[in-house]
């Protein structure tokens, strides 16, 4: 399954990649995404292959720990590695083609927008579940 950001300078391959997906509705996530939420999926580092632009990539770490890697061209958020484990976080709007992915899980729940409709697929969790909960579930 291949990707690429908005004006196509950072491309990415991600090899068997997961079918579910989960959608994170926290502040902070709403902020890097403009929207209501962001899609994505986990996959282990080895998964994601990196095809062009990797020089593009430029970082953003809050204190909090919170990452968020971007395409310097045009802004697009890309793959980046969750804190001190061996995986990728992949935001999956960038993905090319059809896809069979589905939304298995709904994150932060309980800090959505007021104006967001609630979401009526997948498991409602308020919080951010223990990452191996979290992992378990995606792979399901």
């Not at 990415?12 to 902020?31: G, N």
């Not at 980046?80 to 709007?93: E, H, I």
Request: glycine letters at 8%.
């Amino acid at each position: 399954m291949r990707g690429e950001c908005l004006c196509g300078g950072v491309e990415f391959e991600v090899r068997d990649p997961p079918q579910r997906l989960y959608q994170c509705h926290c502040s902070l996530c709403r902020k890097q995404s403009g929207a209501a939420s962001n899609a994505a999926f986990i996959v282990r580092g080895e998964q994601l292959v990196w095809l062009a632009g990797q020089e593009l990539i430029s970082s953003y770490v809050k204190p909090s720990g919170f990452r968020s890697d971007f395409c310097s061209k045009c802004g697009s958020p890309v793959p980046n590695p969750l804190r001190d484990t061996s995986f990728v976080w992949v935001p999956v709007g960038l993905l090319e083609g059809s896809t069979t992915l589905s939304i298995a899980m709904h994150l932060f729940i309980g800090s959505k927008a007021s104006w967001e409709p609630s979401p009526v697929s997948g498991t409602l969790h308020e919080e951010m579940p223990v990452f191996s909960e979290l992992l378990k579930e995606l792979r399901s």
